[in-house]
């Protein structure tokens, strides 16, 4: 137990014993810091990760919350050493460091701080961190780039911060990265700034500058190089070292650009390379914030959020082609509140997701980031730290530190050759490859064979000059088809000739492991198999031509892998002698009336039919609409099955999958349910005519006739229609013992006797109209009718008088009977003395309706030339007026229509003199 007492640190003699043996630790691994630097992660909402295995475990004992960037460090053997946000330091146990508290880092920021060891010094490290923005409350905060040294040590194990707050930058971005250099043993420290004395371009526009820190044996070197960036960069933005070391991208959100540039290590020079506009397709513009590479450095990616209603995505650009003739390809998807990438040792990249003020309790992964498109195997929200959160930041590494990889071709077969190799940014001395099954090599670049499938952790221990590295890969060996030796597969002789159609490719039932993408190939002999020669060209249809026929097969699985085997094809004697029941079903069970067919339930046959037969419960038995179908097993009938009338094919094997019967039943779609009903009805009142009688059909067998609230009205076939509303009726019909219903709906309505709206009369037209809310036909005989609505015209009548009746289409006698006369009043007249239309005058029985009728008639001056009377009229006018014959014209008429009760109805028009 320590106890603190004015900053003493005192020991008990265990204690003190422990922490010495900690220290020696320390000191032993002084040369061998490696990869395993990077096996925890802590970040956003106390959320965190542990790569030791290999795998990925969920770490729930982070004691810091930090809205972006952030950095950690591991020793040699993969154990926590501290961490921190480059606000505060928290050691191993999850404490506050030992003067580890009031760092300078501003915390907002996409990278604000990275952690670097002191170069074959494993007891002192480095924290950078960077601030943009001066603050002089609660304490003067100036902008700038600062590192503090920590160092562990026997009276300090859990670590302290011996330098603090060391400004060594006056402006600075919130980017940071870094590099080892294994030719000089030293870290280089990247970071962007702003130069001493401003630099403007020729737009004005002040630019920034990298400066390079190398860290060595010595500490820090306080005089950087300093590079000039000519692209006028905004302060926004990831910045990231390919894991070679040869590259550096640098993400600016604010002018929606991706820069590179080339790195040289040896030169420390840094040139510019290619500028990325952030638009992977047309009109999506894109604001990138986060960016990485691959861990073989040949693709990059971005985040990048559309505006601020956009989506946001993630963006792969295919870095090492890019100075192709033809630009390569952007793959691109949407994800939602991505924000940073980070690499991780085992090759994959993770993807932040969320912010300080909406936390998101999940993280995504691209799994395979060195593939293209589809094959990167991404997936979102792949890892659950709920209650922890993720926010935007994830903490950075030294860049080299996740080069080092096992290089294996892809994932192959069992039994086939993996080839292995690695990539390392420091000379390899000696490694030790531990394959996951029992077996070792000391080769550079060994192949291994793997002979059991499944997921195999690669492990390499490899040594150079200045570290020692531990490695791991899992790869994922694919099994072979696993069809055992001497299968037979058989087929059911039913006419006992011994031969029949096989389907070969049914072998597969053999087959615990196969699935639909296999491939099937088949040989007579296992020559042609190993050549791939001669297949059997119809497989499905394959007729034996030996009792017992050995054939030879290979099979390709979904993952490549070849196999070849054979297997045997024999016939049994079977008969089609079992009769069995035919099985019926109701025409209407489709749902659908007068088709002709029928929904039969393949499950609850297939029970009768195993009852039937006595068939055994591990048999299995299948139906199929041909009998070529039953021997080759394709096209299987299952479930619900919609058919005509038809025989079935039924197949029964075995639970070793031998064939022990073909044979036929027929199933049966009973006949239509007789249906002779309307969806509406219109009924007369029972005082004019005797009510409508519906019939339910003569060969159903009851009916059911209901009211809307579904009160049974009769169960008679006939039905008289008394009353309007909505009624049913439930018709069932039995047959082969099988009672089949259907309930149809119809409507009643009580129909309205119609009123007389309108008649017209001209000369030889009657134009009726009436008002109802039927439709209508039209009589002048009371026996044959027209049309079909709310009114009528007839045409071409003589003058006369006619009664027009008017009735209901649905037969309702409401018959309106309106008498019309019929008055011709000629359009011209020919007084030419042929005896043939010499007088103008008016036609029809007028004495029998009117008491008076007196014509006037006019010239187009509106002069009287002729006034007659009923009894004149008899005569008519010659077109004579003072003794003298008038001219051809256009001459017009006044009539005055007298009835018997003195009602007077005047009609004027004009008429043509024709000489």
Same mark, same amino acid.
């Given at each position: 137990?320590?106890?603190?007492?004015?900053?003493?640190?005192?020991?008990?003699?265990?204690?003190?014993?422990?922490?010495?043996?900690?220290?020696?630790?320390?000191?032993?691994?002084?040369?061998?810091?490696?990869?395993?630097?990077?096996?925890?992660?802590?970040?956003?909402?106390?959320?965190?990760?542990?790569?030791?295995?290999?795998?990925?475990?969920?770490?729930?004992?982070?004691?810091?919350?930090?809205?972006?960037?952030?950095?950690?460090?591991?020793?040699?053997?993969?154990?926590?050493?501290?961490?921190?946000?480059?606000?505060?330091?928290?050691?191993?146990?999850?404490?506050?460091?030992?003067?580890?508290?009031?760092?300078?880092?501003?915390?907002?920021?996409?990278?604000?701080?990275?952690?670097?060891?002191?170069?074959?010094?494993?007891?002192?490290?480095?924290?950078?961190?960077?601030?943009?923005?001066?603050?002089?409350?609660?304490?003067?905060?100036?902008?700038?780039?600062?590192?503090?040294?920590?160092?562990?040590?026997?009276?300090?194990?859990?670590?302290?911060?011996?330098?603090?707050?060391?400004?060594?930058?006056?402006?600075?971005?919130?980017?940071?990265?870094?590099?080892?250099?294994?030719?000089?043993?030293?870290?280089?420290?990247?970071?962007?700034?702003?130069?001493?004395?401003?630099?403007?371009?020729?737009?004005?526009?002040?630019?920034?500058?990298?400066?390079?820190?190398?860290?060595?044996?010595?500490?820090?070197?306080?005089?950087?190089?300093?590079?000039?960036?000519?692209?006028?960069?905004?302060?926004?933005?990831?910045?990231?070292?390919?894991?070679?070391?040869?590259?550096?991208?640098?993400?600016?959100?604010?002018?929606?650009?991706?820069?590179?540039?080339?790195?040289?290590?040896?030169?420390?020079?840094?040139?510019?390379?290619?500028?990325?506009?952030?638009?992977?397709?047309?009109?999506?513009?894109?604001?990138?914030?986060?960016?990485?590479?691959?861990?073989?450095?040949?693709?990059?990616?971005?985040?990048?959020?559309?505006?601020?209603?956009?989506?946001?995505?993630?963006?792969?650009?295919?870095?090492?082609?890019?100075?192709?003739?033809?630009?390569?390809?952007?793959?691109?998807?949407?994800?939602?509140?991505?924000?940073?990438?980070?690499?991780?040792?085992?090759?994959?990249?993770?993807?932040?997701?969320?912010?300080?003020?909406?936390?998101?309790?999940?993280?995504?992964?691209?799994?395979?980031?060195?593939?293209?498109?589809?094959?990167?195997?991404?997936?979102?929200?792949?890892?659950?730290?709920?209650?922890?959160?993720?926010?935007?930041?994830?903490?950075?590494?030294?860049?080299?530190?996740?080069?080092?990889?096992?290089?294996?071709?892809?994932?192959?077969?069992?039994?086939?050759?993996?080839?292995?190799?690695?990539?390392?940014?420091?000379?390899?001395?000696?490694?030790?490859?531990?394959?996951?099954?029992?077996?070792?090599?000391?080769?550079?670049?060994?192949?291994?064979?793997?002979?059991?499938?499944?997921?195999?952790?690669?492990?390499?221990?490899?040594?150079?000059?200045?570290?020692?590295?531990?490695?791991?890969?899992?790869?994922?060996?694919?099994?072979?088809?696993?069809?055992?030796?001497?299968?037979?597969?058989?087929?059911?002789?039913?006419?006992?000739?011994?031969?029949?159609?096989?389907?070969?490719?049914?072998?597969?039932?053999?087959?615990?492991?196969?699935?639909?993408?296999?491939?099937?190939?088949?040989?007579?002999?296992?020559?042609?198999?190993?050549? @791939?020669? $001669?297949?059997?060209? =119809?497989? &499905?249809?394959?007729?034996?031509?030996? %009792?017992?026929? +050995? /054939?030879? !097969?290979?099979?390709?699985?979904?993952?490549?892998?070849?196999?070849?085997?054979?297997?045997?094809?024999?016939?049994?004697?079977?008969?089609?002698?079992?009769?069995?029941?035919?099985?019926?079903?109701?025409?209407?069970?489709?749902?659908?009336?007068?088709?002709?067919?029928?929904?039969?339930?393949?499950?609850?046959?297939?029970?009768?039919?195993?009852?039937?037969?006595?068939?055994?419960?591990?048999?299995?038995?299948?139906?199929?609409?041909?009998?070529?179908?039953?021997?080759?097993?394709?096209?299987?009938?299952?479930?619900?099955?919609?058919?005509?009338?038809?025989?079935?094919?039924?197949?029964?094997? @075995?639970? $070793?999958?031998?064939? =022990?019967? &073909?044979?036929?039943?027929?199933?049966? %779609?009973?006949? +239509? /349910?007789? !249906?002779?009903?309307?969806?509406?009805?219109?009924?007369?009142?029972?005082?004019?005519?005797?009510?409508?009688?519906?019939?339910?059909?003569?060969?159903?067998?009851?009916?059911?006739?209901?009211?809307?609230?579904?009160?049974?009205?009769?169960?008679?076939?006939?039905?008289?229609?008394?009353?309007?509303?909505?009624?049913?009726?439930?018709?069932?019909?039995?047959?082969?013992?099988?009672?089949?219903?259907?309930?149809?709906?119809?409507?009643?309505?009580?129909?309205?006797?119609?009123?007389?709206?309108?008649?017209?009369?001209?000369?030889?037209?009657?134009?009726?109209?009436?008002?109802?809310?039927?439709?209508?036909?039209?009589?002048?005989? =009371?026996?044959?009718?027209?049309?079909?609505?709310?009114?009528?015209?007839?045409?071409?009548?003589?003058?006369?008088?006619?009664?027009?009746?008017?009735?209901?289409?649905?037969?309702?006698?409401?018959?309106?009977?309106?008498?019309?006369?019929?008055?011709?009043?000629?359009?011209?007249?020919?007084?030419?003395?042929?005896?043939?239309?010499?007088?103008?005058?008016?036609?029809?029985?007028?004495?029998?309706?009117?008491?008076?009728?007196?014509?006037?008639?006019?010239?187009?001056?509106?002069?009287?030339?002729?006034?007659?009377?009923?009894?004149?009229?008899?005569?008519?006018?010659?077109?004579?007026?003072?003794?003298?014959?008038?001219?051809?014209?256009?001459?017009?008429?006044?009539?005055?229509?007298?009835?018997?009760?003195?009602?007077?109805?005047?009609?004027?028009?004009?008429?043509?003199?024709?000489?």
């Amino acid at each position: 137990m320590f106890l603190e007492k004015e900053n003493i640190m005192f020991l008990n003699k265990k204690e003190s014993i422990g922490c010495f043996s900690l220290f020696l630790l320390f000191l032993i691994s002084i040369n061998g810091f490696s990869q395993n630097e990077t096996n925890h992660w802590y970040f956003g909402k106390n959320a965190g990760l542990d790569f030791n295995s290999g795998e990925v475990d969920v770490l729930t004992d982070s004691n810091m919350v930090t809205p972006a960037g952030c950095s950690i460090i591991s020793d040699f053997n993969g154990d926590l050493m501290f961490y921190s946000n480059g606000q505060n330091i928290w050691n191993r146990n999850h404490q506050i460091m030992d003067n580890g508290s009031d760092l300078f880092g501003e915390i907002e920021g996409v990278q604000t701080s990275i952690i670097l060891p002191k170069p074959n010094d494993s007891s002192a490290y480095y924290v950078f961190y960077t601030r943009e923005n001066t603050v002089s409350s609660p304490a003067v905060m100036a902008e700038g780039v600062y590192y503090s040294e920590i160092k562990f040590n026997l009276q300090n194990p859990l670590g302290i911060v011996v330098v603090k707050n060391q400004r060594i930058a006056n402006t600075t971005t919130s980017r940071l990265a870094a590099i080892y250099d294994n030719d000089s043993d030293t870290y280089k420290v990247l970071c962007v700034t702003k130069p001493n004395a401003p630099i403007l371009n020729q737009n004005g526009e002040e630019l920034f500058v990298f400066r390079i820190f190398n860290i060595s044996q010595t500490g820090v070197n306080l005089n950087p190089i300093v590079i000039t960036i000519q692209e006028s960069l905004a302060t926004i933005g990831a910045m990231k070292i390919s894991p070679n070391g040869e590259f550096i991208a640098v993400a600016d959100y604010i002018n929606m650009r991706i820069y590179t540039y080339s790195f040289d290590l040896d030169l420390n020079l840094i040139t510019h390379y290619k500028t990325l506009p952030s638009v992977p397709a047309f009109g999506l513009f894109l604001n990138p914030y986060g960016v990485e590479f691959s861990q073989d450095s040949n693709m990059l990616y971005y985040t990048g959020s559309a505006g601020l209603n956009g989506g946001i995505y993630i963006v792969q650009i295919q870095f090492s082609l890019i100075n192709d003739p033809n630009p390569p390809d952007t793959y691109f998807f949407e994800e939602p509140r991505a924000k940073s990438l980070q690499l991780a040792r085992n090759g994959k990249i993770y993807v932040s997701k969320g912010d300080f003020n909406s936390p998101y309790n999940r993280i995504s992964i691209i799994n395979k980031p060195e593939k293209f498109s589809t094959e990167i195997e991404f997936l979102s929200d792949a890892i659950n730290f709920s209650p922890d959160a993720s926010t935007k930041g994830l903490p950075i590494f030294v860049a080299s530190s996740l080069r080092n990889r096992i290089i294996v071709s892809d994932d192959a077969c069992v039994n086939t050759v993996f080839d292995f190799e690695l990539d390392m940014y420091s000379p390899i001395i000696s490694v030790q490859w531990d394959f996951g099954d029992g077996t070792f090599s000391n080769d550079l670049n060994p192949s291994h064979v793997f002979t059991t499938p499944g997921f195999h952790k690669i492990k390499a221990t490899v040594v150079t000059p200045n570290r020692t590295f531990v490695l791991y890969k899992t790869i994922n060996v694919f099994p072979p088809p696993l069809l055992p030796l001497n299968q037979v597969l058989t087929q059911c002789d039913n006419d006992n000739d011994g031969f029949s159609v096989f389907n070969l490719e049914n072998i597969s039932d053999f087959i615990s492991n196969a699935n639909s993408e296999f491939e099937y190939y088949f040989y007579t002999n296992f020559v042609d198999a190993q050549n @791939d020669q $001669n297949p059997i060209q =119809n497989p &499905i249809n394959y007729t034996n031509r030996f %009792v017992s026929e +050995e /054939i030879f !097969v290979k099979i390709i699985t979904e993952n490549g892998c070849p196999f070849i085997s054979s297997f045997f094809i024999e016939n049994v004697s079977t008969t089609t002698s079992t009769q069995l029941p035919n099985f019926y079903t109701c025409e209407n069970s489709d749902g659908i009336s007068g088709n002709s067919e029928g929904i039969f339930d393949s499950n609850t046959i297939k029970l009768e039919i195993i009852s039937i037969l006595n068939i055994p419960s591990n048999y299995d038995v299948k139906f199929y609409p041909t009998y070529l179908d039953a021997q080759t097993k394709l096209n299987e009938i299952s479930g619900l099955y919609t058919s005509t009338t038809r025989e079935i094919w039924i197949r029964i094997e @075995d639970e $070793n999958n031998s064939c =022990n019967g &073909i044979f036929p039943f027929t199933i049966q %779609v009973n006949n +239509e /349910i007789e !249906v002779n009903l309307e969806e509406r009805y219109t009924i007369c009142d029972s005082n004019v005519q005797s009510p409508m009688v519906l019939d339910g059909g003569i060969s159903n067998t009851s009916w059911t006739w209901r009211n809307i609230s579904l009160q049974v009205l009769s169960t008679d076939r006939f039905f008289p229609l008394v009353d309007d509303g909505k009624f049913s009726v439930i018709l069932e019909k039995e047959e082969n013992g099988l009672n089949c219903t259907e309930t149809i709906y119809f409507d009643v309505a009580m129909a309205i006797a119609p009123r007389l709206e309108e008649i017209k009369v001209d000369n030889d037209k009657i134009f009726v109209s009436v008002r109802g809310l039927e439709n209508y036909e039209f009589s002048l005989d =009371n026996s044959t009718y027209f049309g079909s609505g709310k009114s009528h015209t007839f045409f071409d009548l003589q003058p006369g008088v006619y009664t027009v009746y008017i009735r209901d289409v649905n037969g309702c006698s409401y018959a309106i009977q309106e008498e019309i006369l019929i008055i011709k009043i000629p359009r011209y007249f020919t007084p030419n003395g042929d005896g043939i239309n010499d007088y103008w005058k008016l036609y029809g029985p007028m004495n029998d309706y009117y008491s008076a009728v007196e014509v006037a008639l006019y010239d187009r001056f509106g002069n009287l030339l002729h006034n007659m009377n009923l009894i004149e009229n008899n005569q008519g006018w010659g077109g004579v007026s003072n003794s003298k014959n008038l001219p051809s014209s256009d001459y017009w008429y006044k009539i005055t229509f007298k009835d018997f009760n003195n009602n007077a109805i005047t009609k004027r028009g004009n008429f043509s003199l024709i000489r």
